[in-house]
């Protein structure tokens, strides 16, 4: 046996890798949040103040605290053993979290807690780790806790967590103001929890009271990502795998339309990109969400899938097999859960391109006639004026045969300068705003007089045919009242 000699490693240098893991400001918060969740608190005060050269970021929650022996522990990196069993209620997983968190966004983490009305407090100080080049914590005694930061927002028992020295903060790629780039990370920051925590913030999480999260006095709403509180979403049936003994839910879900959404919801998709981006598994452990928008290449994200989500929930006890990494940001899902999500998918692809087809065929049924045509074979897909429309054939008669030639290639012309790409670019991030097409009330009755002297050149038109070819037009589509106003004026 070879002789064993300690070695450990440099503190200076580990600590600055540490603060390279990854973490944005944002899923570094949310790492603080789950040891305030674990230990059982339902309020968490988030604040960042600015109003001072030196920043501070503050978060406050009213769990269980702990004692003085227990935040040094806690302030031990590696505090505790991933592979040993925990509690269900447990978010954590290395021990690491706090720590690793904390450094990414800051050079000075101080911790105070209070038990039973008896507070402690502890810090990492990164100057003096580099300086001296060891371990070394600062622990506090009462006067330095009563010089921390916001030390006004613990009560008789919980945990503040302090972030100064802030070197990481203003980093950004734009020119804007340190105000302006704080502003805008904080509201990723509310963004973020509110997903990530959701199901707590809703209260749905049995064992657990429901969790109230502020932002600078501002409450984080819940956001639920499958809009399960939209008559409109499909939910499907749930699924349960077990791997080992350990079961595994699946609840798949097909999203509404995007006409559908309310006014929030749309507003949250439309700022994340679109539904393809967001579309896929959204994997839960202990009901906080830890990965989402992936199918885990089992298929690449399409149209075909863009409505479709899938809830997965699992135990801590899984942790292993999921391959979680320290952000909690990651997750592989098992070989047994991998073949049943690849069922699952094929089953509800084509639900969410039903969704699409529907409101397609619902349109295309109200237009007999309508004045774009598509032709698809299997090498192209192109798009022209429908000659036979009612109102081109009409004007097309009054024409001479000089005309009519000049008058087809003017529609040809239209149709091959139809800009595809940029109206899907313009469908894909800004959908409604592609109807918002309206005439103003004193066009309308213009516009169907123009209309109506067009297809009576030569005859008098029948209601009907007129009524359906107004409503091909798709001109008129929000002055209902109107059009029916001018049917009773003009065909009555």
Known sequence: MPKLRALPPRASSLT??????????????????????????DRIEIICDLSTDTPVLAIADNGCGMT?????????????????????????????????????????????????????????????????????LGVLDDEEIEETPYRELLGPSGTLVVWQQLDRLFESETG????????????????????????FLAGEIAGFKKLS?????????SFDP??????????????????????????????????????SEYDYYQNRSDFISNQGAYVYRNGRLMAWGDWFRLIPKGEATKLARVQIDFPNSLDELWTIDIKKSRASPPRQVRERLRQIISRISGRSTNVHRKRGVKLYQEAQ?????????????????????PVLSEFRENLTAEQQRSFL??????????????????????????????????EVSEKLYALKHVLEQNAKIDPEKFLEIVRTSGMFDRNEKLVEIFMKKEFL
Request: proline letters at 3%; hydrophobic letters at 40%.
């Open 16 to 41: 600055s890798s540490m603060r390279d893991l990854g973490y944005s400001l944002e899923t570094a918060i949310a790492d603080i949040i789950d040891n305030s969740i674990t230990a059982g608190a």
């Open 409 to 442: 290639l003017i529609t040809e012309m239209i149709a091959s300068s139809l800009n595809l790409e940029m109206i899907y670019s313009d469908y894909s991030t800004h959908p409604r705003m592609m109807d918002a097409y309206m005439l103003a009330e004193d």
């Open 369 to 389: 006639a309508p004045l774009w045509e598509r032709y698809a074979d299997e090498h192209s897909v192109r798009y022209t004026v429908n000659q036979g429309h």
């Open 213 to 221: 999260i502020t932002l600078n006095g501002h409450p984080v709403a």
């Open 226 to 263: 499958f809009c399960r509180f939209n008559r409109k979403t499909q939910t499907l049936a749930e699924e349960v795998v077990y791997v080992g003994e350990t079961p595994v839910k699946i609840q798949p879900y097909i999203l509404p339309h995007h006409s559908n959404l309310s006014a």
């Open 68 to 136: 003085s022996e227990e935040l040094i522990e806690a302030m031990r990196h590696g505090a505790l053993d991933p592979r040993q069993s925990r509690s269900a209620k447990d978010l954590g997983r290395f021990g690491l979290g706090l720590k690793t968190a904390s450094f990414s966004q800051c050079r000075k983490l101080s911790v105070i807690a209070s038990k039973n009305g008896v507070r402690a407090g502890a810090e990492w100080d990164l100057g003096v780790v580099d300086r001296e080049n060891d371990w070394l």
């Open 176 to 199: 804007h103001t340190r105000d302006e780039i704080v502003s805008a990370k904080l509201t990723l920051v509310e963004r973020h929890l509110a997903l990530v925590f959701h199901r």
